[in-house]
């Protein structure tokens, strides 16, 4: 069973930096990965996707990189901002043993960042 | 606007009242699927459906249903409720392909009394 960690759970920051999340995941046979933002209460907004065979992926300030091999993924943002607090999800889709997927995304339990100016 | 849409956003109900939470996707995706997120579990996929009548049990099956005749609907069933499934509820779609991922709707946070 397809399980996913995030680390750390909490992060706080102040303004300008520039920080990492960590996401893990034990089965290496990965369909594709995404990182999205979730705002208290709210719904999830994908950041990213990297498909299985990238390494990695660039929008604006952020980058999420992925190796299969570990299992890792990280996110990387770039000059930190106090509009990027939020909880930040990693989930993986696994691959079937036909090389697609049933579509089912695994979710790790999210990093919480604080960014304060 | 490519979107999901879910109704109700908000909903309070009683024990065993059945109800009924709609999902609709513009985007004429194959996938979809209904997650519910409660504090320290997570996000836990309840069902999905691959395309129009394929559907199968995710992690949380129990005392939900579904059906998806067509490709934009995908509503989940609460036959009887119980205070165990207040939560925040969320369906998502995406195509088929590497190349894309899920969209979630803006979520349904459902109480039951």
């Known amino acids: 069973k397809q399980e996913v960690t995030q680390i750390p759970a909490a992060l706080s920051v102040p303004e300008g930096e520039n920080l990492v999340l960590n996401c893990s995941f034990t089965d290496s046979a990965i369909y594709n990965l995404q990182w999205f933002r979730q705002d208290p209460g709210k719904g999830l907004t994908s950041l990213l996707l990297?498909?299985?065979?990238?390494r990695e992926q660039t929008s604006g300030r952020l980058n999420a990189s992925l190796d299969k091999s570990s299992g890792r993924s990280t996110l990387y943002i770039a000059a930190s901002q106090p509009g990027d607090s939020a909880t930040y999800l990693c989930a993986v889709t696994l691959a079937n043993a036909g090389g697609t997927s049933y579509g089912k995304l695994t979710f790790g339990q999210g990093t919480i960042l604080t960014v304060h100016p | 606007e490519a979107q999901v849409t879910q109704n109700p956003r908000y909903l309070i109900t009683v024990t065993g009242k059945k109800l009924t939470v709609t999902c609709s996707q513009n985007m004429n995706h194959e996938y979809m699927s209904w997650y519910r997120q409660d504090p320290g579990l997570g996000l836990r996929q309840i069902y999905y459906?691959?395309?129009?009548?394929?559907?199968d049990k995710g992690d949380v099956p129990e005392g939900y249903k579904v059906s998806r005749k067509e490709k934009r609907n995908f509503p989940l069933i609460l036959e009887s409720p119980s205070p165990n499934q207040t939560s925040l509820y969320f369906c998502?779609?995406?195509?088929?392909?590497f190349g894309y991922g899920y969209t979630f709707g803006s979520g349904t946070r459902l109480t039951v009394v």
């Open positions: 990297i498909q299985s065979s990238q």
């Open positions: 459906s691959m395309n129009v009548e394929v559907t």
């Open positions: 998502a779609s995406k195509a088929g392909g």
